[in-house]
């Protein structure tokens, strides 16, 4: 009997401008997509992002932002909906924990106890949800999809002062003091809740972590003293935590 031709798994990375460094890793050679899967990407940048909902079944971006959408998906799709492909990945995506670890750090800085795990994965849900496209992939999950999340990386250290006056961090100077015993607490938290909602989401490797919160300044994108970009980063890094997520990706599709 002729063998039947192993079927190809489709993924879809959904995502802002942070897929960026993915498109760049893939062209460059840094990292590739596993063997027996296609990958397609789906989103937009920049402020669009949010234009972007889960309208009649379907994640949906508005009128003014189709074009772009079309241009970055490059297949056509103007939608996300359900059992479209194999797995759909969330690549930043606007779930920017940085500012959660920065704030709860600082608060646990002065207490003797730290909160229960049930109270501290109840403020990383509240959290969780507040952003649109967390939901939107826990309705693809409740739908019956596969769905991974790699939230958005933490700010890249040496492109300025984050605990100068009026940055980011000056008001949470405990969190760079934060261990990698500290972040894994949290990190514990987050996939704990998101595996709860059907999600499988993958931490920040901690070898491109420094400094308690901070992503190490080798990781930085292009331009990133010039521009002041302290969010985005180099196709290394996405390499990197890609090296993390595809081992992931192929282990959930066997099982299914």
């Not at 403020?123 to 999809?145: C, E, K, M, N, P």
Request: aromatic content about 10%; glycine content about 8%; proline content about 5%.
């Amino acid at each position: 009997m002729p063998s039947r031709a192993k079927k190809t798994r489709t993924l879809c990375m959904i995502g802002d401008s942070q897929i960026g460094s993915v498109s760049l890793a893939l062209r460059e050679g840094l990292t590739s997509v596993p063997d027996g899967y296609e990958m397609e990407f789906w989103g937009v940048e920049g402020p669009a992002f949010r234009t972007i909902d889960w309208t009649d079944g379907a994640i949906r971006p508005a009128p003014a932002a189709l074009e772009r959408v079309l241009t970055i998906n490059g297949n056509g799709r103007d939608h996300i909906a359900p059992g479209q492909f194999d797995g759909v990945i969330f690549y930043g995506a606007r779930l920017r924990v940085s500012m959660f670890f920065a704030e709860y750090f600082q608060w646990a800085s002065d207490r003797v106890t730290r909160p229960s795990r049930s109270v501290l994965e109840t403020a990383v849900h509240d959290f969780a949800i507040s952003t649109r496209a967390y939901r939107f992939g826990r309705s693809l999950a409740a739908a019956g999809d596969h769905v991974f999340y790699v939230p958005a990386p933490f700010n890249t250290d040496g492109v300025r002062d984050l605990a100068a006056p009026g940055n980011l961090y000056h008001a949470c100077p405990a969190a760079f003091a934060a261990t990698e015993e500290d972040r894994a607490q949290l990190w514990d938290a987050f996939e704990a809740v998101a595996a709860r909602d059907g999600i499988t989401l993958l931490r920040q490797p901690e070898d491109t972590v420094t400094t308690g919160i901070l992503t190490k300044a080798e990781f930085c994108c292009d331009g990133a003293v010039e521009q002041d970009d302290i969010g985005h980063k180099s196709p290394a890094f996405a390499a990197r935590w890609l090296k993390e997520l595809w081992p992931v990706v192929e282990t959930h599709m066997a099982a299914a």
